[in-house]
């Protein structure tokens, strides 16, 4: 019988009148894996804050090991071995620092004498960083690294403390294949000796290859414990939405006339050259593992970069854009993923998130902005959406993820366009959330093109016409959206293939 590490015993939190927690009970125990799902608003966040130091209880108790744990800081957390991975990146590094300095952040701020010695520190940095296999050069700022580089940095940080009681939140959503096994592996490791581990996440392939038990929350309380192997996926599911989740059954309408052609488009060198061809009233979505090439085919589209050899067309003319700017004047928008790092504007409110790539539509004489306008848009789309929020004046922050997400995707549907680029909509929301954006997306696609990059196949699936597989920078694999071979899809995903025309 596992011993339990961590006991919860009726929790409570809130925020003037929202009660957030009501009443939580958890016991987390050593050497276990408790997956922790929930809608966003259920109170996952704000009992991770409470958990590693950021906020306090109103009330309940919490032991850590027998004894209480009242935590008054994230350093004090950390001390006594709660250490946490959140699901924002840039919560877990220090992007200005190198590599050494943010793996041995916590021994910097403490003053340790260890930290005065350089060749000491990076020697001590390439060693916690091999340890989750991260091979980077530990002198490079963390601001150059890719993403999946910054996420494994955050994570190798959290595995040096010997954790406790180790805290992942979606920790996979910017993870390849083989980054995910290794992080995998090492929570077996950590697992087997006797660490207690949340992981909080509503990803399938996760949930099937690490968890002992899954635990649901809904609005403040726990709504249901599944410990009985096979786990009940399902059940989990019903108890986090109070309701069954129906199947999406896709429905493809006629294809318009073709928005975006691309001929021979090369998007690296070596790389296959392939056709692809986008219509009206067509959702296509693209999968394909991490560094397959979805995010490198947004940024030629979007004029971020420019492709390696081919051309494309829009609306039948030449379309070759120098930058974002002119991409969006020709219609052409893309919401990036990851949106704390790329999206969302921390000090403005819900409605100047969602308004401000065409501020300029709002304003008035001598460049005053004319507010009323902005904020009908806002309430617009706050309805369409589903945001649920006191109102557009709403500080963006004080949102759930999944409705900070949805404010993402409304911003670039508030206005019409001719190509529509969503890379990642879904990244870090709940299962019904990914169902209220997928299906705005849908209903509002008549009159445009549409492109969706999705790392997970059931999310492809769930919102697209047409799926596209990428593998080495070029189209693995083109599919109706019926009756799907995903055996053949998955081998497309995981294998190199010639590119095609689709």
């Known amino acids: 019988m596992p011993q339990d590490a961590i006991v919860i015993a009726g929790l409570t939190k809130s925020f003037a009148r929202n009660n957030v927690l009501r009443g939580v009970d958890l016991t987390l125990s050593a050497g276990q894996v408790t997956v922790l ?18 906020q306090a209880a ?14 008054a800081s994230p350093a004090a957390a950390l001390r006594a071995g709660v250490v946490t991975v959140h699901q924002s990146i840039n919560d877990g590094v220090a992007p200005d620092l ?18 005065l010695n350089r060749r000491r520190m990076r020697a001590e940095a390439r060693r916690i960083a091999g340890a989750v296999g991260l091979d980077v050069d530990v002198t490079r700022p963390v601001s150059e690294l890719a993403l999946a580089d910054r996420q494994l940095v955050s994570i ?54 690490l968890a002992d038990r899954i635990v649901s929350m809904r609005d403040g309380l726990i709504s249901g414990r599944f410990e009985s192997q096979p786990l009940d996926y399902a059940g989990a599911v019903r108890a986090m939405l109070g309701h069954e989740i129906t199947e999406v059954d896709i429905d493809i309408p006629p294809a318009g ?66 930058s974002p700017g002119v991409a969006v004047r020709a219609g052409v928008f893309l919401s990036a993923k990851d949106r704390l790092l790329n999206s969302v504007v921390p000090d403005f409110d ?6 401000l790539p065409f501020l300029g539509r709002h304003a008035a004489l001598l460049g005053l902005m004319r507010r009323g306008s902005e904020r009908a848009v806002a309430s617009r789309m706050i309805a369409e959406m589903g945001v649920v929020c006191q109102g557009p004046k709403d500080g963006i922050l004080t949102l759930s993820g999944g409705n900070q997400q949805k404010v993402v995707v409304a911003r670039w549907l508030a206005e019409a366009s001719r190509l529509l680029i969503l890379d990642e909509p879904f990244q870090g929301v709940d299962i019904q959330a990914r169902r209220d954006i997928g299906k705005r997306i849908r209903e509002s696609a008549a009159t445009r093109a549409t492109l969706v990059l999705c790392a997970e196949i059931d999310e492809a699936l769930e919102i697209a016409d047409r799926i596209l597989v990428m593998s080495e920078h070029s189209i693995a694999g083109a599919h109706r959206n019926q009756n799907i071979d995903l055996g053949l899809v998955m081998a497309q995903v995981t294998e190199s293939a010639a590119g095609h025309s689709a």
Request: aromatic share 4%; proline share 5%.
């Open 37 to 54: 799902m929930g809608a966003n608003g259920a109170g996952k966040s704000t009992l991770v804050k409470i958990l590693c130091g950021v």
């Open 58 to 71: 109103d009330s309940g108790t919490i032991t850590l090991d027998g004894r209480p744990f009242e935590p």
């Open 98 to 115: 190198d590599v050494a300095s943010n793996l041995l952040l916590d021994e910097l701020a403490s003053g340790s004498s260890f930290v």
């Open 156 to 209: 190798a940080r959290a595995m040096s403390h010997k954790p406790r009681l180790l805290i992942l939140d979606e920790p996979t959503s910017s993870l390849s294949a083989a980054e995910t096994e290794r992080l995998f592996a090492l929570i077996d490791r950590l697992r087997a000796e006797g660490v207690a581990i949340l992981y909080i996440s509503h990803r399938m392939s996760d949930i099937r290859r």
């Open 257 to 322: 006339r073709p928005v975006i052609e691309a001929r021979g488009l090369v998007l690296r060198a070596g790389a296959a050259p392939f056709d692809l061809t986008l219509h009206e009233n067509e959702v296509v979505a693209i999968t394909g593992l991490v560094g397959s090439g979805k995010s490198a085919l947004a940024e030629v589209l979007y004029g971020i970069t420019a492709p390696v050899a081919g051309e494309l067309r829009l609306d039948g003319a030449a379309y070759a854009p120098a």
């Open 350 to 355: 819900l409605t100047r998130n969602m308004t």
